[in-house]
Every structure is written in structure tokens, then in C-alpha cells.
């Protein structure tokens, strides 16, 4: 098997790395929005509360970006694995 996906390593390379990456990115947003609530709007401080705020947006983005590049890696992954058993 590993033979057959040697000609395609950087897929599947670049697809475990984006695996491993999202999962910190996502966990990052419930604490930042955590931070938020008990730091900032418990204590009257909007301009900390505007700075989280784009700092989540911010993640947001990222963690969109990376799951994006994930399914695109993905589905060349799968591909690949299907035009190898069909073919």
C-alpha cells in the first residue's frame, strides 16, 4: 500500500499536518470567548472585549482556511486512493 501512495506523499503529508494543526485552532475560540465573558464583559472592559473580539474573528478565519485546505487535501487523498483500486 504504501508503495502505491508513494508518488503522492506530499498529499498525504500536507493532509496529516492540517489534521494535526486544526485541532489546537479549535480549541483556542471556546477559551478565548471564555476570556471574554469572565474577564472583559464581567468587568466593564470594552476596549479588551473589542481586541478579544477580533482576535476570535481572527481564529475563526484561520480555523475556516485550514478545514478548507483539509477538504481539498482530503479529496485528492481520496481520489487518489479511488483511480488506484479502480484503474
Known amino acids: 500500500m504504501l508503495i502505491l501512495a508513494r508518488p503522492y ?3 498525504f503529508t500536507i493532509a496529516t499536518l492540517l489534521a494535526v494543526a486544526i485541532a489546537p ?6 477559551f478565548l470567548i471564555q476570556k471574554m465573558v469572565d474577564d472583559h ?3 466593564g472592559d470594552i476596549q479588551g472585549l473589542y481586541l478579544l473580539a477580533w482576535i476570535v474573528i481572527g481564529f475563526t478565519f484561520l ?12 479529496t ?4 487518489v486512493c479511488d483511480s ?4
Do not use: C
Open 76 to 79: 485528492m487523498d481520496r481520489s
Open 9 to 11: 506523499k506530499w498529499i
Open 25 to 30: 485552532v479549535a480549541t483556542v475560540r471556546p
Open 84 to 87: 488506484r483500486f479502480k484503474g
Open 63 to 74: 480555523e475556516a482556511i485550514m478545514q478548507y485546505f483539509f477538504f481539498i487535501f482530503y
Open 41 to 43: 464583559i464581567f468587568h
